[in-house]
């Protein structure tokens, strides 16, 4: 695991986390990383990126002021090209943590203090700043956003139930056919856009969004299969960034 990766994964901890009351810029977790910055009941979302970075056991570049972070940024030389684990920065106003690049330029992200609590988000990184730890910096940067990678199974029968409009007829024929075929994989899937069931093996494994997840991936189920399956990739749909909205 990378050290991006690591502060990714942390971060993924906290989501849900929200003020108690809302508003209050206050809650348990929240008062612990304000409590470093020996801070209580202010806007949080710097102190969650620099307890996050601090946890993840790389060098906090964060600030409870989001001016602070870009300054400090330029004269230590902590801007970077984004990357799993960078901090996205509007000075004066915000940061979040870059999770994953979703296409080109369009990130998730997870942030502190949005909408009073803890969340993923899509961002555009375009007049934003980018701040990284050292650590994180030396990580490799190239990027797979705008495809994503499968695994197909040539030899897999899968019959496909479906598609219906509602989900919970959906859900009333799975336990149905879970009944009709005890041997056998019954999986809830989308087909064409509608709710649907296959039965049988998958014929599609995925997606992953960089090669190196999907060809250790490949390993594990070619051992458990028995057989050799077909690698191929796709565009990625085009993500759609969120306005920054409340984050106060």
């Not at 929240?30 to 990126?49: D, E, L, Q």
């Not at 961002?123 to 730890?133: C, L």
């Not at 959906?170 to 149905?176: E, L, Q, T």
């Not at 050799?228 to 759609?240: F, M, Q």
């Amino acid at each position: 695991m990378t050290p991006g990766q690591r502060v990714a994964k942390v971060a993924s901890k906290y989501i849900g986390v929200r003020e108690v009351p809302d508003g209050s810029n206050k809650s348990p977790q929240i008062n612990k990383w304000s409590s470093y910055w020996s801070m209580s009941g202010v806007p949080w979302c710097g102190t969650f990126a620099s307890g996050v970075l601090r946890e993840a056991g790389v060098t906090d570049v964060s600030h409870p002021s989001t001016y602070m972070i870009c300054k400090r940024a330029a004269e230590k030389g902590w801007k970077t090209k984004p990357m799993v684990g960078s901090l996205i920065v509007w000075c004066g106003t915000h940061v979040g943590i870059l999770v994953e690049e979703l296409s080109p330029g369009v990130w998730r992200t997870i942030e502190g203090n949005t909408s009073n609590q803890v969340a993923y988000r899509t961002r555009s990184i375009k007049g934003a700043t980018i701040v990284t730890s050292p650590e994180v910096a030396k990580q490799p940067t190239r990027s797979s956003a705008g495809r994503r990678y499968y695994l197909q199974d040539v030899v897999a029968k899968e019959k496909v139930y479906g598609g219906w409009r509602s989900k919970s007829y959906r859900d009333r024929m799975f336990k149905r056919l879970k009944a009709k075929y005890p041997n056998k994989l019954v999986r809830k899937i989308r087909y064409r856009g509608k709710y649907a069931i296959g039965v049988g093996d998958r014929r599609v494994y995925g997606p992953w969004n960089d090669v190196s997840n999907r060809d250790k991936a490949q390993k594990v189920l070619e051992k458990r299969l028995g057989r050799r399956l077909r690698k191929y990739s796709r565009a990625a749909k085009k993500a759609t960034a969120e306005a920054l909205g409340q984050t106060q």
